[in-house]
Nanobody, 120 residues
Framework: QVQLVESGGGLVQPGGSLRLSCAAS????????IGWSRQAPGKEREGVSC????????YYADSVKGRFSISRDNAKRTVYLQMNSLKPEDTAVYYC?????????????WGQGTQVTVSS
């Protein structure tokens, strides 16, 4: 089973940028679909973006479309989430997850999360 570790979270001002990383160990990422989701205090977890292992297709939630970009470097076993034009409502714990199917809905492995806080 793949193990995932997120990094790159922090405190940023509105309008700023952050790049989150999801590093995998235990296996290569080549065939895995990797998704990013987030959970804000008192809210349900929300799917943010995913990149499909089989063909590299990418998907974004409407709330982040045009601001966030997902990419992968299979050689480094890492998936990135570039977050630009951040808003206070982007504040949440961000998780990455892995699956061998391409649904971007069901995942088998989860990271521990990284906190993103957008505040002035």
């Amino acid at each position: 089973q793949v193990q995932l570790v997120e990094s790159g979270g922090g405190l940023v001002q509105p309008g700023g940028s952050l790049r989150l990383s999801c590093a995998a160990s235990g296996t290569t990422l080549d065939y895995y679909t990797i998704g990013w989701s987030r959970q804000a205090p008192g809210k349900e977890r929300e799917g943010v973006s995913c990149i499909v292992g089989s063909d590299g297709s990418t998907y974004y939630a409407d709330s982040v479309k045009g601001r966030f970009s997902i990419s992968r470097d299979n050689a480094k076993r890492t998936v990135y989430l570039q977050m630009n034009s951040l808003k206070p409502e982007d504040t949440a714990v961000y998780y990455c997850a892995a699956a061998l199917d391409s649904s971007c809905v069901e995942y088998d492995s989860w990271g521990q999360g990284t906190q993103v806080t957008v505040s002035s």
